[in-house]
């Protein structure tokens, strides 16, 4: 492994013995809250001794469980690491049941009784996790019907979702290939052939793709129906408000400021659909299929393999351009051999960002192949590694941010080495065509495609509440929701109806719409690097105090207190979108030079 795992743990005995230590203390520690009566005056001083307990043991828990992520990733051969993996995984369940003590510790207390916990000194600083807690409290039914919705679930909801997954890696398609080949493949590898740049090649995947999702779609309707069933039933015992209440505590914004997100990119999607039409323009073309919409733009020669080491030097030189802090933090990271690059078998695929509360240290996994979007996918990393530095310090229960403003770090940090890239004049004008095309295309997936399933979604789950949805309704509001967001430039009978069925994140039984939050952590990681383009570096210490505010609030809130933005107005995200303009002004000025003019 190229990367030092050493102030982690000397041995993989040292972490055992450790993570044994934490097992029994977390046991101890859910025996004798589970006897604590509820939040009172008298259970007080309890209560707040075991909130530090409990930010002790997840502390302890993100040390462990970074250092197996780390292991299982690089070396995914080794069984003990997978069997690690299995015993980390029990031990963050019990983590949660943990959590769950303070759910119920909170639930139902009167308004006296919680401030005056609250404003404990030592609670104070945790007042957000507090409140989290006791939203969740007001959120759930008595402990004992959830028990029950627990245990039902894994032969109901669970159970549907599990057969989903099932039937979906078993399924085949048959793909004929232009040149007369047949093959029988699985569905899983249809995605990849259809970022093809060959179009005969998408539309036969395509198809064949949609013929075995028609021969299950009665099962895969079934299993919608009743995933989505469950979900409105215990909603309403739950007194969630709307089908998409739990998700947006999940990523911790308002639902102003999902609406107001939304009728932005419902008003600015065209600069999205005018990115397609530049798209189906390089093709020859006047509209384009949904199957087109991942296709890359096919641009000039091949480029030449960045080296490792001048990758660092890119990412290294654009950060310190915004931020000596920022810099010297991605400097430091290198020089302590806190990233695992280097392409090697039994390496799983994918990048991410550990860090440890313990050590507060970072480390970054991936696998470098040379690639601009290699070094891009090295920026975004770093990005998420720095949030992790600017918490330092920070109580374990005030650094739990959400989802949508985790990527707001990482993506600013792919926009810097762009921006940084730019100003260099290091790149030539395909290595140039070829990065706006690839933030373009991400454009395309979060204004178009991911609007796409929220809106089919939310037509799906209304339509739920009255009874069973038939099929061909459920595919119907799937065309419908795709011409209305697309636009023109879906060709006539471009639409897919049968995405639903493909897309597993439909199906997924812990949480529903998941969706909005790429397009939340990407238009708002937008906003901020225009902020940054107008203030200059004087912004970076307004973004550091963003960062380390994420843990603490609903994202409007961290955005007003700490930038001075209102995300709940509909202005906010029109100005992330229209940021979108030179660079597709860019891209179509270099198109005549760099673009393949392909089938
Ligand atoms: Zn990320």
Redesign the pocket.
């Known amino acids: 492994m190229d990367w030092d795992l050493t102030s982690y743990f000397n041995d993989f005995a040292a972490y055992e013995s450790f993570l044994g230590e934490l097992e029994v203390d977390c046991r101890r520690l859910l025996t004798s809250l589970s006897s604590v009566p509820p939040l009172s005056p008298v259970t007080e001083a309890t209560w707040a001794g075991a909130i530090d307990h409990y930010e002790n043991t997840l502390a302890r828990f993100s040390h462990a469980s970074s250092y197996v992520g780390c292991l299982a990733s690089a070396e995914a051969q080794v069984d003990r690491h997978q069997q690690a993996e299995a015993r980390i995984a029990r031990a963050g369940a019990e983590l949660s049941k943990l959590s769950l003590e303070f759910v119920r510790a909170l639930r139902g207390v009167d308004d006296a009784t919680f401030e005056s916990f609250a404003s404990r000194p030592a609670v104070l600083s945790a007042r957000p996790a507090l409140e989290r807690w006791r939203r969740e409290g007001a959120h759930t039914m008595s402990s004992e019907l959830e028990a029950l919705a627990a245990d039902l679930g894994n032969d109901g909801v669970h159970a549907w979702g599990r057969l989903y997954n099932r039937l979906s890696s078993d399924l085949t398609f048959t793909m004929a290939w232009p040149d007369g080949r047949r093959d029988v493949l699985p569905v899983s590898q249809r995605r990849s052939i259809m970022a093809s740049p060959d179009r005969a090649v998408r539309l036969a995947a395509f198809r064949g793709g949609n013929e075995a999702w028609a021969r299950t779609s009665d099962v895969c309707g079934a299993a919608l129906n009743h995933i989505a069933g469950t979900r409105l039933t215990l909603d309403a015992r739950r007194k969630r408000p709307s089908a998409v209440h739990a998700a947006l505590e999940q990523a911790a914004i308002s639902e102003a400021t999902l609406d107001a997100m939304m009728a932005a990119v419902a008003g600015g999607a065209s600069v999205a659909r005018k990115v397609l039409s530049l798209k189906a323009k390089a093709m020859g073309r006047t509209s384009l299929a949904w199957c087109d919409l991942e296709a890359p733009f096919e641009i000039g020669t091949p480029e030449a393999p960045i080296p490792w080491d001048e990758a660092c030097a890119r990412v290294s030189r654009s950060f310190h351009r915004a931020s000596p802090e920022l810099g010297g933090y991605f400097d430091h990271t290198v020089a302590r051999r806190w990233i695992d690059f280097a392409p090697r078998a039994g390496k799983r695929p994918g990048a991410f960002c550990t860090s440890s509360e313990v050590t507060d240290e970072t480390r970054i996994y991936m696998t470098y192949q040379g690639t601009a979007g290699d070094v891009s996918t090295l920026a975004?990393e770093a990005g998420?590694a720095f949030h992790a530095e600017a918490m330092r310090g920070i109580r374990p229960l005030a650094r739990q941010y959400p989802m949508t403003l985790?990527?707001s770090a990482?993506t600013f940090g792919e926009l810097l080495l762009a921006d940084g890239l730019r100003k260099e004049g290091i790149i030539d004008d395909a290595g140039r065509a070829r990065m706006l095309g690839d933030g373009l295309g991400d454009a395309v997936a979060f204004l178009l495609d991911i609007p796409v399933r929220f809106l089919f979604e939310r037509a799906f789950y209304e339509e739920r509440r009255k009874g069973e949805v038939p099929v061909a309704r459920i595919s119907e509001l799937m065309s419908t929701a795709q011409r209305r967001v697309v636009g023109t430039v879906l060709e006539e009978g471009g639409d897919d109806p049968l995405f639903w069925a493909s897309k597993l994140h439909f199906f997924l039984t812990d949480i529903s719409f998941y969706n909005f939050p790429y397009t939340f952590g990407f238009l708002l990681s937008r906003a901020l690097f225009q902020r940054y383009q107008e203030e200059g570096p004087s912004f970076m210490p307004k973004w550091v105090a963003f960062l380390r505010e994420t843990g603490n609030a609903e994202a409007h809130v961290v955005a007003a207190t700490t930038l001075g933005e209102n995300l709940e107005s509909e202005a906010f995200w029109r100005r992330a979108i229209e940021s979108l303009e030179p660079d597709l002004a860019e891209l179509e000025a270099l198109a005549p030079k760099v673009f393949h003019t392909s089938k």
């Open positions: 975004h998420h985790a990527e990482s």
